[in-house]
């Protein structure tokens, strides 16, 4: 199985700031990385595919890079309703696997 | 707006069966691959199971494998997870997803439905 590590694991930042999440693959994944942001009790929503491009509906402050095994998921300036969990996930191969999670907070 | 709403949770004994469903509207069902997802209470999200658009391909998580049967009926745009020997370890909020086609990206999930295993 691919195994699939975020970091960090929390993180706490103001409104306006800019963050960056990274995530790691056991193995090549080539573009097949994915990234979601969850809200408690809610589903999660994808907002990244295919390493880099943008769901449909989702802030262009919200950006993501990386190849191969090492990736990142970026958000230019912090606004209120970005404070969640995110996660990286592969669609390389089955199982499809997921990071932890990076809990943002509230600085 | 594509929907997914899934049923069918609750809670149950160890060594009991369960049979989730999700529909689906707003799309082409047939056309698209699915997915069950889960996530225990306060932790991660965990892959468990896909099926082609045709029903003809199917994968699951080690973790479900020989337990969990997963199916759909395209003429009643619904998906479905049959969940038997549950355990403990299977307690959790499940959710279906599409597979974007194309991307291998999971678009659209329902808003999941909590399974339970306690004696």
């Known amino acids: 199985d691919i195994q699939m590590t975020q970091s960090p694991s929390s993180l706490s930042a103001s409104v306006g700031d800019r963050v960056t999440i990274t995530c790691r693959a056991s193995q090549s994944i080539s573009r097949n990385l994915n990234w979601f942001q969850q809200k408690p009790g809610k589903a999660p929503k994808l907002l990244i595919y295919?390493?880099?491009s943008l769901q449909s509906g989702v802030p262009s402050r919200f950006s993501g890079s990386g190849s191969g095994t090492d990736f990142t998921l970026t958000i230019s300036s912090l606004q209120p309703e970005d404070f969640a969990t995110y996660y990286c996930?592969?669609?390389?191969?089955?199982?499809?696997?997921f990071g932890q999670g990076t809990k943002l907070e509230i600085k | 707006q594509v929907q997914l709403e899934e049923s069918g949770g609750g809670l149950v004994k160890p060594g009991g069966s369960l049979r989730l469903s999700c529909a689906a509207s707003?799309?082409?069902?047939?056309?698209?691959?699915m997915s069950w997802f889960r996530q225990a209470p306060g932790k991660g999200l965990e892959w468990v199971s896909c099926i082609s658009h045709t029903g003809q391909t199917i994968y699951y998580a080690d973790s479900v494998k020989g337990r969990f049967t997963i199916s759909r009926d395209n003429a009643k745009n619904s998906l479905f997870l049959q969940m038997n020997s549950l355990r403990d370890e299977d307690t959790a909020f499940y959710y279906c997803?599409?597979?974007?086609?194309?991307?291998?990206?999971?678009?659209?999930w329902g808003q999941g439905t909590l399974v339970t295993v306690s004696s």
């Open positions: 996930q592969q669609s390389y191969s089955t199982p499809y696997t």
């Open positions: 295919a390493v880099s």
């Open positions: 997803a599409r597979e974007s086609y194309g991307t291998r990206a999971f678009d659209y």
């Open positions: 707003r799309f082409t069902f047939s056309d698209y691959y």
